[in-house]
């Protein structure tokens, strides 16, 4: 799609069950981003996202999946399906330094309510690949 304002591009990304799944572009005059969705690493997104101002990738932080499935009956399915349609916090660093994104803000947390896990631990782990600055995203964040 394409108007005078802003063209939105789109591409295929991994989220199983989910089919299709996509994730985002948008490019205006003055600037690029560029949403994940839900999805594991994916190439298709790391090509959607070449040299874009701003990525906004899910994330999942893996200590806290342990403690968070650790509280259900099916623990282990529901760690299998999460793992296979969300990318770590690493992984997002390093679709984000793939792509020669600028920025790279972690969104849709998973697991989103664990008190141990600090704002710097989510951007410590995408640092471990991505070069950039690291924001953790919040409801009605401005960037």
């Known amino acids: 799609m394409q108007d005078e304002n ?4 789109a591409a295929l990304v991994h989220h199983p069950p989910v089919v299709p799944s996509f994730g985002y572009r948008f490019d205006a005059s003055d600037r690029s981003i560029v949403i994940s969705g839900d999805t594991a ?3 298709n997104l790391i090509k959607l996202a070449q040299g874009a101002d701003v990525l906004v ?3 999942l932080f893996v200590p806290g999946v ?10 282990a399915a529901l760690k ?8 770590t916090a690493e992984d997002a660093g390093r679709v984000a330094q793939a ?5 790279l803000v972690l969104s849709h947390l998973v697991p989103p309510d664990d008190p141990s ?9 995408a640092r471990m690949h991505f070069r ?8 009605l964040l401005e960037i």
């Not at 802003?6 to 591009?9: C, D, E, G």
């Not at 792509?99 to 920025?103: C, P, S, W």
């Not at 896990?117 to 782990?125: K, L």
Request: proline share 6%.
């Open 99 to 103: 792509a020669g994104v600028e920025v």
């Open 80 to 87: 299998q399906s999460i793992m296979s349609h969300h990318t």
């Open 57 to 59: 990738h899910d994330a």
């Open 132 to 139: 950039g600055p690291v924001i953790v995203g919040k409801d």
């Open 6 to 9: 802003v063209k939105v591009t």
């Open 66 to 75: 342990d403690r968070l499935v650790a509280r259900v009956p099916n623990a």
């Open 117 to 125: 896990i600090t704002e710097q631990m989510w951007i410590d782990a």
């Open 41 to 43: 690493p994916s190439d």
